[in-house]
Nanobody, 123 residues
Framework: VQLQAFGGGLVQAGESLRLSCAAS????????MGWFRQAPGKEREFVAA????????YYASSVKGRFTISRDNAKNTVYLQMNSLKPEDTAVYYC?????????????????WGQGTLVTVSS
């Protein structure tokens, strides 16, 4: 699976942004998809994940209620809608695919990674 994330940019605090991640391959619908982020000088952290059919979602507590993950298996795409953005959301955002996801927040559960897209939130 090859993943390509896009949609990042510069926004002001309180605004919204939607990230997209396009996947290649016919097996996209069999993967749990996730979003991670890495801020400057910090470790990569889990943001959200969604099961293969969209029936189950997982969120980090820092984004729950503000971010929404969704997917369109017909388009091989996963989305991350980010609302009420804060300066602390500034990071490079990565999408990832997991063949066997057990529900943890560990990046080690994810087998494939896309290149990142930078989100900058100004105060």
């Amino acid at each position: 699976v090859q993943l390509q994330a896009f949609g990042g940019g510069l926004v002001q605090a309180g605004e919204s942004l939607r990230l997209s991640c396009a996947a290649s391959g016919r097996t996209f619908s069999s993967y749990t998809m996730g979003w991670f982020r890495q801020a400057p000088g910090k470790e990569r952290e889990f943001v959200a994940a969604i099961s293969w059919n969209g029936g189950t979602t997982y969120y980090a507590s820092s984004v729950k209620g503000r971010f929404t993950i969704s997917r369109d298996n017909a388009k091989n795409t996963v989305y991350l809608q980010m609302n009420s953005l804060k300066p602390e959301d500034t990071a490079v955002y990565y999408c990832a695919a997991s063949r066997y996801y057990s529900g943890t927040y560990s990046g080690r559960e994810f087998d494939y990674w896309g290149q990142g897209t930078l989100v900058t939130v100004s105060s």
